[in-house]
Structures are given as C-alpha cells and as structure tokens.
C-alpha cells in the first residue's frame, strides 16, 4: 500500500493554474526527488500536500488516511487541517527557527505545545529533543541561539524540528539553496542518512548529483505537470522526453 497517493491535483492562483492534474505516489521508505525549473510548481505542490494551500481539485491520501478530496470535502475546519498537517514535516530554504529559544528548545517548542493537549512527560520530551539533534551532530550546540549557530547548523536543527513529531512523510522545499557551498554538504549528509534509515521524504532540490545518489525516484516537473519520473538513472542519466533532456543540459552548462 502507497504511503502517500496524490491524484489528479490541481492549484490555481487567481485564474491561473500553476498545478495541472498532477498524480503520483510513493511507498513507504521511499526517497523522492523533486527537479524542475523555477516556476514549474514544486513549492506549489509540498505546499498544497502540507495543507499551506488550499488544492482546488483532486485527492490526497496518506496510508488509509483520506487528508483531501475535493468532491467530498468542501471546507475544512482549522482543527481538521491541523491535524492534517502532523502526518508531513517540512523543511525550508530559510530555516525559519525561533530566534529567541535555544537550539533545544525549537526542536521541543512543538513535542511541548502537543504535550499541552494529549498529556505526556516533559522529560521524554527532552530526552527525543536531545536525540534528534545528536543524530543531526548537533550534540554540543543544543544550548545555543540561532544567531551562534552556522547556517547548516540551523537547518540541521530545523531537520530535527520537522521530525520531532514523528511525522509519516518529511518534505524538503530546496533545502540547501541558501548555504554557502561548503555548508551545504553537511546539510545533504543527514539528509542521506535519514534515507538509508528509511525515513520517507519528498525533497525539491536543484542539487542533481545528490538527487542521483540519493533517490528511489526522480519526478521531473515543468509548467506544473509531472513531465517524466523514473530512477535516477532513467530520469537523470537517459532523460527521454525533450523538455527533460533540456533542463538538464541547461543545468549541466551552468554547474560545468
Ligand atoms: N501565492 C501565489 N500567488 C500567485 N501566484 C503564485 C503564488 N505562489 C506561486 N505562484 C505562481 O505559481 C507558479 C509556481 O510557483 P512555485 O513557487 O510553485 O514554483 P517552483 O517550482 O517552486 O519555483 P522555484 O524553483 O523558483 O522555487 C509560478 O508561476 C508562481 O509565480
Ligand atoms: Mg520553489
């Protein structure tokens, strides 16, 4: 059974639709990449999937979860959303932590605000927090500010905030496109090393090698569809339709 099933996706802004009938879906586990020009609607689509838009059509399904459908659902309750929203985690280009708390206390702000509602220890709560940031490599910098931490070291704690809830499918929206060069490699180690332990994520990403190295599967898209998917090696290294081929000859020239 899919993990996460998407069908038939559709996002307008104003009249313009920028998300034209997309479907696709992914197993548990799995790690998919994400490619595509500026414009072509990924952002568009990790936003409609962690309910920070509105789709105008089609369906969304998490395990047996239905989170969207839009011939059934018309209008959905805060609280509905809210809850929608556990099953995914995401990951920004600006890493958007809190300034004013600790390394620690970003990663324990959502775990504390969840613990309000169901119950739950304080000290478990910390204990999974300090966790988290020690797989991220972190262990030395949980007590530190954002304004004192690198900016591979803020989103290596942002990794650690999206997954503090444990969510089913973690999304990265072009995770290191605001890094210096030599920061962005530690961000793309703990990325690979939650997929080799099988973490399930959808990552938006103009880093083509890492795509190669790291993906189950390759969606390429352009004006709002899905072009073509495939393993990095279809997708990546024997493109077949010629808006693909394009695009990676494009980025090939640019990155030499
Ligand atoms: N809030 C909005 N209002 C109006 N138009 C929008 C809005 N958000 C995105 N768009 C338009 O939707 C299209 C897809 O944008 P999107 O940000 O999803 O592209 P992208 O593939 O993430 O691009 P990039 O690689 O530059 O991040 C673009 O034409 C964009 O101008
Ligand atoms: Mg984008």
């Given at each position: ?103 620690l206390?970003?990663v ?19 204990e999974r927090a300090e966790e988290l940031l020690r797989q991220m490599?972190l ?17 290596r704690v942002?990794i650690a905030r999206a997954l503090a ?92």
């Amino acid at each position: 059974m899919p993990v996460l099933e998407v069908r038939n996706l559709k996002k307008s802004f104003d009249s313009t639709e920028v998300i034209h009938d997309i479907s696709f879906s992914m197993e548990e586990g799995e790690t998919v990449t994400i490619i595509g020009s500026s414009g072509s609607g990924k952002t568009t689509l990790l936003r409609c999937l962690n309910f920070l838009e509105r789709p105008d059509g089609g369906m969304i399904k998490v395990k047996d979860d239905v989170l969207f459908d839009n011939d059934v659902i018309k209008s959905l309750s805060v609280e509905s959303v809210r809850k929608k929203r556990l099953h995914f985690g995401l990951v920004f280009q600006s890493f958007n932590l809190f300034p004013q708390y600790t390394a620690l206390e970003n990663v324990m702000l959502a775990p504390r605000l969840m613990q309000k509602e169901n119950g739950g220890a304080e000290g478990e709560i910390k204990e999974r927090a300090e966790e988290l940031l020690r797989q991220m490599g972190l262990e030395d910098r949980m007590g530190n500010y954002p304004h004192e931490l690198s900016g591979g070291q803020q989103q290596r704690v942002a990794i650690a905030r999206a997954l503090a809830l444990n969510p089913d499918i973690l999304c990265f929206d072009e995770p290191t496109s605001a890094l210096d060069p030599e920061l962005t490699g530690e961000v793309l180690r703990v990325i690979k090393d939650l997929s080799t332990r099988h973490m399930t994520m959808i990552i938006v990403t103009h880093e083509m090698d890492f795509a190669h190295d790291v993906s189950d599967k390759v969606i390429f898209m352009d004006g709002g569809v899905i072009v073509e998917e495939g393993t990095p090696q279809e997708v990546i290294d024997a493109p077949k339709n010629e808006r693909t081929i394009q695009f990676l000859s494009n980025y090939s020239k640019r990155n030499g």
